[in-house]
């Protein structure tokens, strides 16, 4: 089964995670960049950039400012633990602001930050720890009809699970784990 959806964001901690020739459908597809760990050179991201820029895919730095602005990345990417307000600032520059929530909490601060979507976590039960809690569907769309944002599910979406996101009230979906592990399967079910 395919996962239809009007957007993907595949959230990527290294440009090395994916390999953009598996990518064929065009303004579907956006890039989270989210490199925590170790810093790789500016010209291999500002050439990933170009890549993406030549399929159509929006580009999204998390947390850097600077690294998008260098790169002229489509937008920013805001993390949960991220609380500050500087955000719109960037929304005058025609940035386009993503953000992440696992809580109603989160979700207000997100909506102050001038996120476009909000990637709402955790939908399923996630590999890397069993005891973290999960929304499910009906929780996950009980969100979605309370606030009238751009949800995006993400959390636990696996290869076997894409048959249930026709359930869920979202156009998007977010996939960060399963994409490491087989990057080229899960991008070639989502159409």
């Given amino acids: 089964m395919f996962a239809f959806k009007k957007k993907y964001f595949l959230i990527i901690e290294s440009i090395k995670d994916l390999n953009l020739r598996n990518i064929k459908k065009h303004n579907k597809f956006n890039i989270i960049y989210r490199n925590f760990k170790k810093s790789e050179n500016i010209n ?3 050439k990933f950039r170009k890549q993406c820029k030549l399929k159509q895919i929006n580009l999204f730095i998390a947390n850097d400012t600077k690294l998008a602005i260098a790169i002229k990345a489509d937008g920013l990417y805001v993390s949960a633990f991220n ?6 600032h960037f929304k005058k520059n025609n940035f386009s602001i993503i953000g992440s929530a ?14 476009n979507y909000i990637l709402l976590s955790k939908l399923f039960k996630v590999d890397y720890d069993d005891k973290a809690p999960h929304l499910g569907i009906i929780k996950f769309n009980i969100f979605c009809k309370k606030i009238s944002k751009n949800f995006v599910a993400l959390g636990g979406i696996k290869i076997e699970k894409l048959n249930y996101l026709k359930h869920i009230n979202c156009k998007s979906i977010a996939i960060l784990s399963e994409l490491k592990k087989k990057p080229a ?7």
């Fill in 83 to 88: 609380k500050d307000l500087k955000t719109l």
């Fill in 102 to 115: 696992h809580s109603m909490k989160e979700i207000k601060l997100k909506v102050l930050q001038g996120c």
């Fill in 44 to 46: 291999d991201v500002k």
């Fill in 185 to 191: 399967n899960i991008v070639n079910r989502l159409f």
